[in-house]
């Protein structure tokens, strides 16, 4: 049961301890600042989200320690590193080396998995190369031929995918009533180039304005799966008819023309494009199934053929990790009863098992104290959360015994559930107790409590931010009257009671079978907001982000979001999936998901083009008497258009110098220095501002220079109200965190005028926000709901759960453990329900 803001005696910092020393930092919002924080100590970032806590301990402090480990890193092994720029910082002393875990994303492939972040599958190899059980005749294997990323041990035909692709007529072809004319053949590629090959087939011979499925079988067959490519000559827009007397009359052609079928056209373009675009586009006329030869384990036959404790490696690797520690501790302890006779007849194989098994069960026993016990080793990195990803990294720390490191860490409890987060602080703890310092940025007030030293940064966001309040052990942080840190770790912010609202029925799902979820009955509220809790691995995103959505979105007809480039064909097939929806889509008309991916992945890409902020401030431009003298439209206004925007740099507004050996650094334009704009522009002013000044300002200065001009100021209120009036209008999409980016998806959808029966869905919602900002966040959910939609979200913040009207809890614990639903009802219920790990935390929560 949790206790109410209990502090932990901060021992770590003693006398003799040293300390770090930062004089003038000045990263992003940083205010030229001084700060002394121990060593050898857990230290705590603190502050509202865009406070400046990560430029103080990514941006300042692991970028130096980085920057001073390079330099003793020869120029060549330099270019090999992911170098952050260097910090603007005037001095750091007593910097031991850094070790960074961010909840980066991992690599978009299913080869990259938990496995390899682990080095689990090192171990694992090894185990089947020197102590597997060899089919009478085989020779010895060496580890690389149990892996499917090497030449050795991948399977020929799927080349270790473990699923072949293909094209087929029916997935080029979808509707075969169509004629070639008519775009019958999908897959070709569209505008011109689709045209061509139409016009080139009708030099061919074939009839390009006959119904596709009334075309001779071998004609359909050679324009699909042809490798020739024949040249010729084009007459554009002619009949087959025109085509023929132009030939006869030897007519000059309008070019000569290449054919390409269209399962070469297909294949060639996934294999070579660089553009995610065009591979989603061809990827869709690809089908998948699973590889024929390895049955979708993506390895050789000879290494399949190879068991330890009767499990083939690609079965052993799809087991839980809970379920590979139980397998492995006899061996490790020397008590199974396979070691008895591997002792007798092959004595290195004991030996070599033994110690393998040793190594295999510590590495899993810190995981399994992570919370990461219903994850396999096969599981790839892009299906994982950040989280689980930080996590699966601060193991592997945790083993490796390191001495005199700091670690920074990013959020470390972020995607945990309050019953997991004990054993990160146990983690935490084995780190400093091997003389390691921690410095971690963090919103948890439970991660807060356990810290020896508090750095508190604000007052505010943004512009607002950038200061240290507050340096030292937690209980000081108490008369701290300008921290807004201060009144939730003091309990002076509880959450407020209120009484739940009444459900206007009940959308009702039946059958839904997704990970550990099987045959799943469940009901959720319609008209209320609802939190769907329960421990990591427990279902809550396979019901949610995955089932409900799928089949919601089905149902009205809306396309699911496509996947990232590649990432739909490149991971292993999902296993089985069912699910109906029974009832109650009478109450939802529309569906939007609310998730963390970015905005965008270039820095064209902001807030304000995002939102549609930038199309108001474009027009108010063009409506000035400046420009209207000058006959400029709003696109003048745009950094995307040739016209307005500086020829040099494209309006990107700043130049990339490439430094080979150090980090490419992005200087501002020579040109426009940084406005994006060319001179002539730049001289239409509004107020006197010019769109240059405009993109430079934070939302909330911004809302204060528009607030004459009514709509504008709306849409900048209701990103304010998100908590992003920090963010400046034109900050690039590239810059911006998940949490970020969700917040501003949420403000696009809140602009939008309501009309009720929508459904949203948010998962996690408040991971990077600080207890202030989540009151904000949770206010506008209540305002959706007041205007009669319905939201469900997944969180493990138990004060999101406590002030929602409806809780919905999965378990009772991870992976095979899960999948139920335990308790479901208004938060007073679930908190006294006796079989739910949430409920403890709950009335915590609610008390």
């Given at each position: 049961?949790?206790?109410?803001?209990?502090?932990?005696?901060?021992?770590?910092?003693?006398?003799?301890?040293?300390?770090?020393?930062?004089?003038?930092?000045?990263?992003?919002?940083?205010?030229?600042?001084?700060?002394?924080?121990?060593?050898?100590?857990?230290?705590?970032?603190?502050?509202?989200?865009?406070?400046?806590?990560?430029?103080?301990?990514?941006?300042?402090?692991?970028?130096?320690?980085?920057?001073?480990?390079?330099?003793?890193?020869?120029?060549?092994?330099?270019?090999?590193?992911?170098?952050?720029?260097?910090?603007?910082?005037?001095?750091?002393?007593?910097?031991?080396?850094?070790?960074?875990?961010?909840?980066?994303?991992?690599?978009?492939?299913?080869?990259?998995?938990?496995?390899?972040?682990?080095?689990?599958?090192?171990?694992?190899?090894?185990?089947?190369?020197?102590?597997?059980?060899?089919?009478?005749?085989?020779?010895?294997?060496?580890?690389?031929?149990?892996?499917?990323?090497?030449?050795?041990?991948?399977?020929?035909?799927?080349?270790?995918?473990?699923?072949?692709?293909?094209?087929?007529?029916?997935?080029?072809?979808?509707?075969?009533?169509?004629?070639?004319?008519?775009?019958?053949?999908?897959?070709?590629?569209?505008?011109?180039?689709?045209?061509?090959?139409?016009?080139?087939?009708?030099?061919?011979?074939?009839?390009?304005?006959?119904?596709?499925?009334?075309?001779?079988?071998?004609?359909?067959?050679?324009?699909?799966?042809?490798?020739?490519?024949?040249?010729?000559?084009?007459?554009?827009?002619?009949?087959?008819?025109?085509?023929?007397?132009?030939?006869?009359?030897?007519?000059?052609?309008?070019?000569?023309?290449?054919?390409?079928?269209?399962?070469?056209?297909?294949?060639?373009?996934?294999?070579?494009?660089?553009?995610?675009?065009?591979?989603?586009?061809?990827?869709?006329?690809?089908?998948?199934?699973?590889?024929?030869?390895?049955?979708?384990?993506?390895?050789?036959?000879?290494?399949?053929?190879?068991?330890?404790?009767?499990?083939?490696?690609?079965?052993?690797?799809?087991?839980?990790?809970?379920?590979?520690?139980?397998?492995?501790?006899?061996?490790?302890?020397?008590?199974?009863?396979?070691?008895?006779?591997?002792?007798?007849?092959?004595?290195?194989?004991?030996?070599?098992?033994?110690?393998?098994?040793?190594?295999?069960?510590?590495?899993?026993?810190?995981?399994?104290?992570?919370?990461?016990?219903?994850?396999?080793?096969?599981?790839?990195?892009?299906?994982?959360?950040?989280?689980?990803?930080?996590?699966?990294?601060?193991?592997?720390?945790?083993r490796s015994n390191l001495f005199g490191v700091v670690y920074v860490l990013d959020e470390p409890s972020a995607g945990l559930h309050p019953a997991d987060t004990e054993a990160l602080l146990n983690a935490l703890g084995q780190l400093k107790a091997s003389g390691n310092s921690q410095f971690v940025v963090e919103h948890n007030l439970d991660v807060i409590r356990h810290a020896d030293w508090i750095v508190?940064?604000?007052?505010?966001?943004?512009?607002?931010?950038?200061?240290?309040?507050?340096?030292?052990?937690?209980?000081?942080?108490?008369?701290?009257?300008?921290?807004?840190?201060?009144?939730?770790?003091?309990?002076?912010?509880?959450?407020?009671?209120?009484?739940?609202?009444?459900?206007?029925?009940?959308?009702?799902?039946?059958?839904?079978?997704?990970?550990?979820?099987?045959?799943?009955?469940?009901?959720?509220?319609?008209?209320?907001?609802?939190?769907?809790?329960?421990?990591?691995?427990?279902?809550?995103?396979?019901?949610?982000?995955?089932?409900?959505?799928?089949?919601?979105?089905?149902?009205?007809?809306?396309?699911?979001?496509?996947?990232?480039?590649?990432?739909?064909?490149?991971?292993?097939?999902?296993?089985?999936?069912?699910?109906?929806?029974?009832?109650?889509?009478?109450?939802?008309?529309?569906?939007?998901?609310?998730?963390?991916?970015?905005?965008?992945?270039?820095?064209?890409?902001?807030?304000?083009?995002?939102?549609?902020?930038?199309?108001?401030?474009?027009?108010?431009?063009?409506?000035?008497?400046?420009?209207?003298?000058?006959?400029?439209?709003?696109?003048?206004?745009?950094?995307?258009?040739?016209?307005?925007?500086?020829?040099?740099?494209?309006?990107?507004?700043?130049?990339?110098?490439?430094?080979?050996?150090?980090?490419?650094?992005?200087?501002?334009?020579?040109?426009?220095?940084?406005?994006?704009?060319?001179?002539?522009?730049?001289?239409?002013?509004?107020?006197?501002?010019?769109?240059?000044?405009?993109?430079?300002?934070?939302?909330?200065?911004?809302?204060?220079?528009?607030?004459?001009?009514?709509?504008?100021?709306?849409?900048?209120?209701?990103?304010?109200?998100?908590?992003?009036?920090?963010?400046?209008?034109?900050?690039?999409?590239?810059?911006?965190?998940?949490?970020?980016?969700?917040?501003?998806?949420?403000?696009?959808?809140?602009?939008?005028i309501q009309r009720g029966d929508t459904l949203y869905v948010l998962d996690e919602p408040t991971t990077g926000l600080h207890p202030a900002d989540v009151e904000r966040l949770v206010a506008q959910l209540d305002g959706l709901v007041d205007a009669g939609n319905t939201v469900i979200v997944v969180e493990h913040h138990m004060s999101v759960a406590a002030r929602s009207d409806w809780v919905m809890d999965l378990g009772p614990g991870a992976g095979d453990e899960g999948g139920q639903v335990v308790a479901s009802g208004p938060p007073g219920v679930v908190a006294k329900e006796s079989g739910s790990r949430t409920?403890?935390?709950?009335?915590?929560?609610?008390?």
């Amino acid at each position: 049961m949790p206790e109410k803001s209990k502090f932990r005696s901060p021992t770590a910092v003693r006398e003799g301890t040293g300390f770090v020393r930062v004089r003038g930092a000045r990263e992003h919002n940083l205010k030229n600042i001084d700060l002394e924080i121990p060593r050898d100590a857990l230290v705590v970032f603190t502050g509202v989200s865009g406070s400046g806590k990560s430029s103080l301990a990514f941006g300042t402090l692991y970028a130096e320690a980085q920057r001073r480990y390079l330099e003793s890193v020869s120029p060549y092994a330099r270019r090999l590193f992911h170098q952050m720029p260097v910090p603007d910082v005037d001095d750091v002393e007593g910097l031991p080396p850094a070790v960074a875990l961010q909840q980066q994303r991992g690599s978009p492939t299913t080869r990259s998995s938990v496995g390899s972040v682990t080095t689990l599958s090192n171990l694992l190899r090894m185990l089947y190369s020197r102590a597997g059980d060899y089919p009478r005749g085989q020779s010895i294997l060496y580890a690389e031929s149990f892996s499917p990323n090497t030449p050795e041990g991948a399977c020929p035909r799927c080349h270790g995918l473990g699923r072949v692709y293909e094209v087929t007529e029916q997935s080029m072809v979808p509707d075969d009533t169509l004629t070639i004319r008519e775009r019958a053949i999908a897959a070709w590629p569209t505008a011109w180039h689709g045209q061509n090959l139409r016009d080139i087939a009708t030099t061919l011979g074939f009839d390009v304005d006959q119904p596709w499925r009334d075309l001779p079988k071998k004609d359909r067959n050679w324009l699909l799966f042809t490798d020739e490519q024949p040249s010729v000559p084009v007459y554009p827009g002619y009949t087959q008819a025109e085509v023929r007397r132009a030939l006869k009359r030897k007519e000059e052609p309008a070019y000569q023309g290449t054919f390409t079928s269209a399962k070469r056209h297909v294949l060639h373009t996934f294999a070579t494009t660089q553009s995610p675009l065009m591979k989603r586009r061809v990827a869709q006329y690809m089908v998948s199934t699973e590889c024929p030869l390895c049955h979708g384990k993506r390895l050789r036959l000879e290494s399949l053929s190879i068991k330890f404790a009767g499990l083939d490696i690609a079965d052993m690797s799809s087991l839980p990790l809970a379920r590979l520690a139980d397998i492995f501790r006899p061996y490790a302890d020397g008590t199974a009863s396979r070691m008895r006779k591997m002792d007798a007849d092959h004595p290195e194989k004991a030996v070599v098992a033994q110690r393998i098994a040793q190594d295999l069960v510590a590495r899993l026993n810190v995981m399994l104290d992570l919370g990461l016990g219903y994850l396999a080793i096969e599981r790839s990195t892009p299906t994982l959360s950040p989280g689980e990803l930080q996590r699966l990294r601060l193991a592997t720390q945790v083993r490796s015994n390191l001495f005199g490191v700091v670690y920074v860490l990013d959020e470390p409890s972020a995607g945990l559930h309050p019953a997991d987060t004990e054993a990160l602080l146990n983690a935490l703890g084995q780190l400093k107790a091997s003389g390691n310092s921690q410095f971690v940025v963090e919103h948890n007030l439970d991660v807060i409590r356990h810290a020896d030293w508090i750095v508190d940064v604000g007052p505010g966001a943004g512009e607002q931010g950038g200061h240290v309040l507050y340096s030292g052990p937690p209980e000081g942080l108490r008369q701290i009257e300008a921290s807004q840190t201060r009144r939730f770790l003091f309990g002076e912010s509880g959450v407020q009671p209120r009484t739940p609202r009444k459900p206007m029925g009940s959308l009702r799902l039946a059958g839904v079978t997704r990970n550990n979820l099987h045959d799943l009955n469940v009901e959720f509220p319609l008209g209320v907001f609802t939190t769907v809790t329960g421990v990591s691995g427990s279902g809550k995103s396979s019901l949610v982000s995955q089932a409900l959505v799928e089949l919601v979105a089905e149902h009205l007809g809306h396309d699911i979001p496509a996947e990232e480039e590649g990432e739909a064909l490149e991971r292993a097939a999902v296993a089985a999936v069912g699910g109906r929806i029974a009832g109650g889509m009478e109450g939802i008309k529309r569906l939007v998901r609310v998730d963390q991916k970015p905005i965008g992945r270039t820095p064209r890409s902001n807030l304000a083009t995002y939102t549609g902020l930038f199309d108001h401030v474009r027009r108010i431009f063009a409506a000035t008497k400046q420009a209207r003298a000058r006959r400029y439209d709003a696109g003048r206004f745009s950094f995307n258009v040739a016209k307005g925007r500086c020829p040099h740099c494209e309006g990107e507004g700043f130049v990339m110098v490439e430094l080979l050996f150090l980090p490419s650094v992005y200087a501002p334009c020579p040109t426009c220095h940084g406005a994006r704009y060319n001179a002539d522009t730049l001289k239409i002013k509004y107020r006197d501002k010019s769109i240059a000044d405009v993109l430079g300002m934070t939302v909330d200065t911004a809302w204060e220079f528009f607030a004459d001009e009514s709509h504008l100021h709306r849409s900048l209120s209701i990103v304010r109200e998100v908590g992003l009036g920090y963010l400046r209008l034109g900050q690039p999409a590239t810059e911006l965190s998940g949490g970020e980016a969700q917040r501003i998806k949420l403000a696009t959808e809140l602009q939008r005028i309501q009309r009720g029966d929508t459904l949203y869905v948010l998962d996690e919602p408040t991971t990077g926000l600080h207890p202030a900002d989540v009151e904000r966040l949770v206010a506008q959910l209540d305002g959706l709901v007041d205007a009669g939609n319905t939201v469900i979200v997944v969180e493990h913040h138990m004060s999101v759960a406590a002030r929602s009207d409806w809780v919905m809890d999965l378990g009772p614990g991870a992976g095979d453990e899960g999948g139920q639903v335990v308790a479901s009802g208004p938060p007073g219920v679930v908190a006294k329900e006796s079989g739910s790990r949430t409920a403890p935390y709950l009335a915590y929560a609610l008390a």
